[in-house]
């Protein structure tokens, strides 16, 4: 039982380029989000999912895409990156009814 | 203005001291209230969740204070180990399960 996993770990980007972060859970949760932590920001939500085919968007989502193709599986898409977008993104899943939120362990994104 | 606001610290106690913080938040349609720890570089984890009528966990107690609007967290006899940066987070019941988080306020206990 893995719970939240994250790849890639760490990724550096030229602005204008794209990548895609994807997020993976074991545990069958419906609730899947993407954060992103800034130092003096806290954790804003970026976009968030309840449920396979679903996704809504939270506090801070332009420049971003996502997809929730399986259920077990959230993207976190970035078009053109931009060196705003540095940063640690988090992505989180939780099981429907609870409210018990279970982290992965970060990506390091910078773009220069 | 922020949905959720606390005192960034830092906090430096030494170890056995009672430390306390507090957390604000700005919507009183707020229906739920946690507390995550952080530890440097790491993902957050949920601590405790806090409910009306307050609630421990240990050395831990957090309590809810609707008509103020803020929730608290005290930690007593601290430990080397509760180092951390502690996270306040609140949900709304008009966003659903949408979650807003605090900056967090960073704890140092010293030996």
């Known amino acids: 039982n893995a719970g939240v996993t994250q790849t890639p770990k760490f990724r550096v980007l030229k602005t204008g380029q794209s990548m895609t972060l994807l997020c993976a859970q074991d545990m069958n949760h419906e609730y899947m989000y993407w954060y992103r932590q800034d130092p003096g920001m806290g954790l804003r939500l970026i976009h968030y999912s309840v449920g396979e085919g679903t996704t809504a968007k939270g506090e801070v989502p332009d420049g971003y895409n996502v997809s929730r193709l399986k259920k077990q599986n959230f993207l976190l898409g970035l078009e053109s990156a931009a060196p705003s977008q540095t940063s640690v993104y988090f992505c989180a899943s939780m099981r429907g009814g609870w409210y018990e939120q279970y982290f992965g362990p970060g990506t390091r994104l910078t773009v220069t | 203005r922020k949905e959720v606001e606390q005192d960034p610290g830092p906090f430096n106690v030494p170890e056995g001291a009672t430390v306390a913080f507090n957390c604000t938040y700005s919507?009183?349609?707020?229906?739920?209230f946690f507390w995550y720890r952080q530890d440097c570089r790491k993902e957050p984890k949920l601590l405790m969740s806090v409910y009306s009528s307050g609630n421990e966990d240990g050395r831990f107690t957090a309590q809810l204070n609707r008509a103020s609007q803020y929730i608290s967290l005290l930690i007593r006899d601290s430990k080397l180990s509760d180092s951390a940066t502690y996270l306040c987070?609140?949900?709304?019941?008009?966003?659903?399960?949408?979650?807003?988080f605090g900056t967090g306020t960073s704890l140092t206990v010293i030996p």
């Open positions: 919507n009183s349609a707020s229906q739920s």
């Open positions: 987070a609140v949900s709304f019941a008009e966003t659903g399960n949408q979650f807003y």
